[in-house]
């Protein structure tokens, strides 16, 4: 079992950053590979990025946004840069085993998620 809590949120102009952070504790947490998902009033959820266990294969679906981890801190970070009204959104981790990370329903572990709104 493993719990996640995502924090790192608010409020920020166009053009700003933010660095989410999903911190875990419950279970082995190394071992999973952590997404990160947003979703907006009326939308779908959206995939953003994902890093593996290990901390390979990192990515993004827009280069504005990184996705990195500290296994000592069992943290994973989502890097958002140029942020833009669009982004505003729930934002989410994830946990999973699974080797496809762009699918939500391959996750079993998500946290509540943290408010991002961009606006001037």
């Known amino acids: 079992q493993v719990q996640l809590v995502e924090s790192g949120g608010g409020l920020v102009q166009p053009g700003g950053s933010l660095r989410l952070s999903c911190a875990a504790s419950g279970g082995s947490f190394n071992r999973y590979s952590v997404g990160w998902f947003r979703q907006a009033p009326g939308k779908d959820r959206e995939f953003v990025g994902a890093?593996?266990?290990?901390?390979s294969n990192a990515g993004t679906v827009d280069s504005r946004f990184a996705v990195s981890r500290v296994i000592a801190e069992n943290t994973v970070y989502l890097q958002m840069n140029n942020l833009k009204p669009e982004d505003t959104a729930v934002y989410y981790c994830?946990?999973?085993?699974?080797?496809?990370?762009?699918?939500?329903?391959?996750?079993?572990?998500w946290g509540r998620g943290t408010q991002v709104t961009v606006s001037s």
């Open positions: 994830a946990a999973t085993r699974n080797v496809r990370l762009d699918d939500g329903a391959n996750y079993y572990y």
């Open positions: 890093i593996r266990w290990s901390g």
